[in-house]
């Protein structure tokens, strides 16, 4: 298997397909950071992260309107265009308005067979953590019903192991990252591989390669920037802001920091830990407590250097559009200056978007 | 020390030349009409000054454009020399809006010319030249007169700023219902203007206030964001070489 | 726009509503002494509100309000300039252009609202509502309680789970409101509340069956205004007392065989919200023979759950369990839509795209889709149900006389 980084992606359908000839294992596909992958992985299955393809939506243009998240609509049209065919499952958490109504539209125009609605809080509150883990405990019944075997606490532990060991690994590559041993395209390019292939497996590829890393000469530094993004599900971006002269070496995105950053904690219940974890520690503006994001956002920055901010709101994104006002009115406040874009993330809007970009990276530079 | 600057944008290319006594020649050249390359403009505007090409120093390029003109020797982006530009002809610029054929931007300068912030506008064609020219050619009108016929009218016919699309089915519409050509000129650039103004608000605005670009040209849309910022704008006498202006000062840097 | 962009209103009973809803601010703003305001969304419960005495306002109401009197537009532009998307709900920018203020802000109606104390927003509506509420509270930094509850997509179900974690949050709601308002919950009177909350409930399910009738005897233009003490008035005797009265004016008029226009031609279903300021469309097909005859934004088909548990508290987490207004399953809510269709003798849909209304919105292809695949003729018309710069009077009209040619060369 070619395991050169920017090929992971591209070549995630191909990986998947040889995966379930070689295990003849569940693949699962999933939307978002809430949907806690250790219980799918417990189960023999292998969990993917939905994506899209930098194409038109032709297909799901006839199941949802214009106006609406190009992430959550693409990932849907590769599905109506047979390209996730191999998928045994998905799972569909309470995140936002496009990806609950994933849910239903999923079911009525694909023939997956197994689909999950997990419900999660839209608040972080005791009972709710309480109430999340019994909704593990019931998606952890579902999983067995479904797989025929039973998920020992045992297995989830080994989980959190594995998955716990890949988050240190993307965190020495985001030292790496602020160091200048590594791109940003090559660290988000971490972070999104880790969600399509099998975790033990990226765990090795990612020991090899910060290896490799770690021995590499310091590049010179571009302009150093903090990227906060809603759902940008390939490093076409940052690779425009780096070719522009830039350095993204913090980053507040879902197919980023946002992934990985909190652990699961140790716990003689593992269930109720993932609870924990995954509705506390997520810091996705979906969960309205704009100071905890802020805290998020100011940890990831923290001994980065950052000169800059570039923020990036998909269109129709309601919950990256409220708070974008007042995330810019922090990092401002921080005496940092923010370039803002709001957009489906197009080749074509990409090429406009670099005229900003470079204006911004020579405005910071003096 | 002579150095020049070339602007590559949307429909047209600049240049300007600039010696020790400041601008020695200017020239704009449209894509279509005139059909020049950038270095066919350049070559252009140096027969006319006289200069050779051996004398220029330093070439810098701006402009959509810019990689293309391998014949610069630096390249510097829209929003750096339309900073650069405006700075150097009002040293009291602190806002400069750009109006472009296809993109409209507002820059925040400090006291020494230096970009502070910036905004493009939101890729809607509601506030741009193109689309002041589309509507001049669907009555019949050369862009030039658009902006006088628009200030003389009597009273204006109300035209979507929300929407280029919109806006363009609602002129077609006034002009099926007879309306006068001034009155809808003058909604039209109303509705443009508003666009251009809402842009302006995406940042705290600080006079004095500089317009440039081709659409500076329009006495109605600068009258119009006259009246909304409460300021008078101070306009070049040659709105669109400005960037080729910023382009030739960075070349000296 | 046309002069006069309100709908007509057919029914006696309707009149009554714009004093009911002027004498309710009115009333909001002159608080009594010592009583406390909450700004809330739809959704949150008004009958506890009431058992603590607290002047409930909800906003999402006002921001109709201000479409309706052709306000939008220099309250969205204010809330613009503030940095809010065009992409975010059109009351959601009305809010904000109201709070923030500014040149461009028009002058509020019904001189302004009360001053929050405090922001209450339930969840599991839409996420555009809790997004703007957590912007509210950075604005005026007062407290924020989000109301949270499972979210269900297949409706109302009995799993304890569900169950204990609403009553958790309803709990913890309480004890929010006893912190501000220093007093205890009156449970009696929530009891009274709720009884009297379901009882208006259910003359409503009661009329929305009622319409069913040959010719219309309530159509859209009525109905949107006649919802407003439901929403808002819900658990008063007041509003107890203009349900039983609607209730008789519809049976009424359909004993007598009174509809909305002289001789019914054709028959719509309004999908979706309609332009807050232009209700004047929802009469539009009048002209031509057409009524609105059923709308589906607040359509309501099921009796209230009888009561479930002497606590009131336990009884609200439980009955709103069981039944789910806003989710649903899209196949379920598919299978809703041609229900009413078959069920109200509907002969055509109006589809409204709302591109800011995304709870709304982004059902409507796949139920355009259901309707072609039944061979049911539909129109669709975009823009915002409250900004009214989106509004092009032109490119809607052609659309629905295009339609309204078809619905009449049909029924020959």
């Given amino acids: ?82 390209r996730y065919d191999y998928l045994d499952g998905i799972v569909v958490p309470n995140t936002c308005d496009m990806v609950r109504a994933m849910y239903g539209t999923w079911k009525m125009n694909l023939e997956t067979p197994y689909a999950y609605f997990l419900e999660v809080p839209q608040r972080i509150s005791a009972q709710g953590v309480e109430f999340f883990r019994e909704k593990l405990l019931d998606f952890k019944g579902s999983l067995e019903e479904w ?59 990612m020991e090899a390669f910060l290896k490799e890393a770690a ?152 | ?61 701006t402009g959509r454009g810019r990689s293309g003109c391998k014949f610069a020797q630096k390249t510097s982006s829209d929003v750096a020399c339309q900073a650069r530009g405006a700075y150097w002809l009002f040293p009291s610029a602190r806002t400069v809006i750009n109006l472009g054929a296809e993109v409209s931007r507002v820059l925040y300068l400090d006291e020494q010319g230096r970009v502070l912030s910036f905004a493009t506008n939101d890729k809607c064609a509601a506030g741009s030249g193109l689309f002041l020219e589309s509507m001049a050619n669907l009555m019949d009108l050369d862009v030039s007169e658009i902006g006088g016929l628009a200030l003389n009218a009597g009273s204006a016919v109300e035209v979507s700023s929300r929407c280029a699309v919109f806006a363009e089915s609602e002129v077609i519409s006034h002009i099926h219902k007879g309306e006068l050509k001034e009155n809808i000129l003058s909604g039209l650039h109303t509705a443009v203007a508003d666009r251009i103004f ?24 600068v009258k119009h964001i006259e009246q909304r910022l409460g300021v008078t704008a101070l306009v070049p006498p040659d709105p669109r070489i400005v960037g080729a202006l910023g382009a030739a000062l960075t070349a000296r840097l | ?44 419960p008004s009958e506890i509100l009431d058992a603590f005495g607290i002047n409930a306002v909800y906003v999402e109401n006002y921001a109709t309000v201000c479409a309706s009197k052709r306000l939008s537009s220099g309250f969205c532009r204010a809330g613009e300039r503030a940095g809010f998307s065009q992409d975010v709900c059109g009351y959601a920018r009305i809010l904000m252009g109201y709070l923030l203020g500014g040149a461009e802000a028009p002058e509020a109606p019904y001189g302004g609202l009360a001053k929050a104390d405090f922001l209450l927003v339930n969840s599991y509506s839409c996420d555009s509502r809790m997004g703007w509420f957590a912007t509210m509270q950075q604005t005026l930094d007062i407290p924020l309680f989000v109301l949270d509850a499972p979210y269900q997509p297949g409706g109302g179900c009995t799993e304890p789970a569900h169950m204990v974690y609403t009553e958790s949050q309803l709990l913890e709601l309480v004890s929010f409101l006893e912190e501000q308002t220093g007093r205890k919950l009156n449970k009696e009177q929530l009891r009274a509340r709720i009884d009297l909350s379901r009882r208006s409930a259910d003359i409503q399910t009661e009329i929305y069956e009622m319409r069913r009738a040959v010719p219309s005897p309530l159509s859209a233009g009525d109905a949107y205004t006649v919802v407003w003490p439901g929403m808002y008035m819900a658990g008063t005797r007041e ?76 009884d609200m987490a439980i009955t709103s369990t069981m039944r789910r207004h806003y989710a649903g399953d899209l196949e379920q809510r598919l299978q809703l839509t041609l229900d009413i269709v078959r069920d109200y003798s509907i002969d055509g849909v109006v589809l409204a795209y709302n591109p800011s209304c995304r709870l709304m919105y982004l059902l409507q292809p796949e139920l355009k889709n259901a309707l072609d695949r039944h061979g049911i003729p539909n129109v669709n018309i975009e823009c915002d149900m409250a900004d009214e710069r989106t509004y092009s009077e032109g490119q809607i009209k052609t659309r629905l006389d295009a339609f309204i040619e078809r619905m009449l060369a049909l029924r020959k």
Avoid at chain 1, 41 to 61: F, I, N, Q, T
Avoid at chain 1, 321 to 341: N, Q, T
């Fill in chain 1, 1 to 82: 298997m070619d395991l050169q980084l920017d090929s992971l992606r591209r070549n995630r359908h191909d990986m998947a397909r040889a995966w379930k000839n070689e295990t003849g294992g569940k693949v699962v596909g999933l939307f978002c950071c809430d949907v806690p992958e250790e219980l799918i992985y417990a189960a023999g299955m292998l969990p993917v992260r939905l994506m899209g393809e930098k194409e038109e939506a032709s297909e799901a243009d006839l199941h949802f309107p214009s106006n609406c998240c190009p992430y959550v609509k693409r990932s849907f049209d590769q599905g109506l265009k047979r």
């Fill in chain 1, 147 to 205: 797989s025929g075997r039973e998920i020992r606490d045992g297995a989830v532990e080994d989980a959190v192991e594995v998955y716990n060991l890949n988050r240190r690994l993307l965190h020495r590559a985001g030292r790496l990252r602020q160091d200048g041993l590594i791109t940003g395209v090559e660290c988000q390019n971490l972070a999104i591989s880790s969600m399509v292939i099998p975790k033990q497996e990226h765990n090795r590829f």
């Fill in chain 1, 215 to 366: 021995g590499r000469d310091v590049r010179p530094a571009g302009v150093r920037l903090l990227v906060s993004a809603s759902m940008l599900d390939d490093s076409d971006l940052i690779g425009v802001l780096e070719e522009c002269g830039g350095s993204v070496v913090a980053d507040d995105m879902p197919a980023g920091s946002r992934y990985f950053f909190f652990p699961v904690e140790n716990s003689s219940d593992p269930v109720a830990a993932l609870a924990e974890r995954y509705l506390s520690r997520i810091p996705c503006p979906r969960k309205m407590l704009p100071l905890a994001r802020f805290d998020f956002v100011r940890q990831v920055m923290e001994g980065a250097g950052v000169q800059g901010a570039v923020i990036h709101s998909l269109k129709a994104c309601d919950c990256h559009l409220y708070e974008y006002p007042y995330l810019k009115a922090m990092i401002e406040d921080l005496g940092l200056p923010v370039l803002f874009f709001r957009g489906e993330e197009t080749s074509a809007e990409q090429e406009t978007q670099r005229d900003d970009i470079e204006a911004f990276i020579e405005m910071i530079r003096g």
């Fill in chain 2, 1 to 61: 020390m002579i150095s020049a600057g070339i602007d590559v944008g949307a429909v047209s290319t600049s240049a300007v030349v600039l010696d020790e006594n400041g601008i020695a020649g200017s020239f704009v050249a449209s894509s279509f009409e005139d059909g020049l390359d950038p270095r066919q403009v350049m070559d252009r505007l140096l027969e006319r000054t006289g200069i050779k090409w051996e004398d220029v120093k330093v070439v810098a390029a």
């Fill in chain 2, 198 to 221: 809402e842009l302006s608000c995406k940042l705290t605005f600080r006079p004095n206030l500089v317009l440039t670009g081709g659409v500076a040209r329009n006495i109605a849309i």
């Fill in chain 3, 1 to 44: 726009m046309a002069e006069s962009t309100s709908a007509k209103k057919h029914l006696e009973t309707t009149l009554l509503v714009p004093a009911l809803r002027k004498k309710h601010y009115a009333e909001s703003l002159t608080q009594t002494a010592g009583q406390k305001t909450g700004w809330c969304s739809n959704g949150v």
């Fill in chain 3, 239 to 314: 509003c107890d007392d203009f349900y039983a009265r609607l209730r008789a004016e519809v049976n009424d008029r359909i004993a007598n065989k009174i509809g909305v226009v002289p001789e019914e031609k054709f028959r719509l279903l309004w999908s979706g919200l309609p332009f807050w300021y232009n209700m004047a469309l929802l009469n539009y097909f009048e002209d031509f023979g057409g009524v609105v005859a059923i709308e589906n934004a607040y359509f309501r088909n099921e009796k209230s759950c009888p009561s479930q548990h002497p606590d009131p508290i336990k």
